[in-house]
């Protein structure tokens, strides 16, 4: 059984709330637009990371996650990347990855728009957490948490805290 927290969009801000928010989790998983390896050092300081870079992350920061992160975990694959769109509106790279496999879970970033849904064509869960950070158009901070345990997954939580543009929130 794991316990997995699923972030995206931070851009260089990580809330303090989301530490208590991922206090229980096992590991996390970031969708990319990171903003800064100082971020992925305090996340990785704080939890086992997977994840991948994102449109804003600089030469650094994609040196150190791929632009396409597939793994196997609990049972399902999971295939996660920054621009994914969501289920009748792939990206063209997440199309690519259909063809080669269809994960069980694809999760994605980059629309600062929370969307969690089943994509009944492919049979699989769609997970966009949304922006968790205080750059872009959303006023919700928002981020998952969620219970992965032989081939099911439950528990689903959302966090969510409003945004005050630039400044400490």
């Not at 928010?21 to 971020?39: P, R, S, V, Y």
């Not at 064509?121 to 901070?141: D, I």
């Not at 928002?142 to 081939?151: E, G, I, V």
Request: charged share 25%; aromatic share 12%; glycine share 8%.
């Amino acid at each position: 059984m794991k316990r997995v927290g699923i972030l995206s969009d931070t851009h260089g801000y990580l809330h303090p709330y989301l530490f208590t928010f991922f206090k229980d989790c096992d590991e996390l998983w970031h969708a990319g637009d990171w903003g800064n390896l100082e971020t992925i050092k305090q996340l990785e300081a704080f939890k086992p990371v997977r994840g991948v870079w994102g449109n804003i992350d600089d030469r650094a920061v994609r040196m150190h996650y791929p632009e396409i992160n597939s793994f196997e975990i609990e049972g399902f694959s999971v295939c996660m990347l920054h621009i994914g769109g969501y289920p009748g509106s792939y990206s063209p790279k997440f199309k690519q990855q259909l063809q080669h496999k269809i994960p069980d879970i694809m999760v994605c970033g980059h629309s600062h728009i929370l969307k969690v849904m089943k994509d009944p064509k492919n049979s699989l869960m769609h997970f966009n957490p949304g922006a968790a950070g205080k750059k872009g158009f959303h006023q919700v901070c928002t981020a998952l948490r969620l219970t992965l345990d032989r081939k099911k997954m439950f528990e689903m939580e959302v966090w969510e805290h409003k945004r005050i543009a630039d400044a400490t929130i």
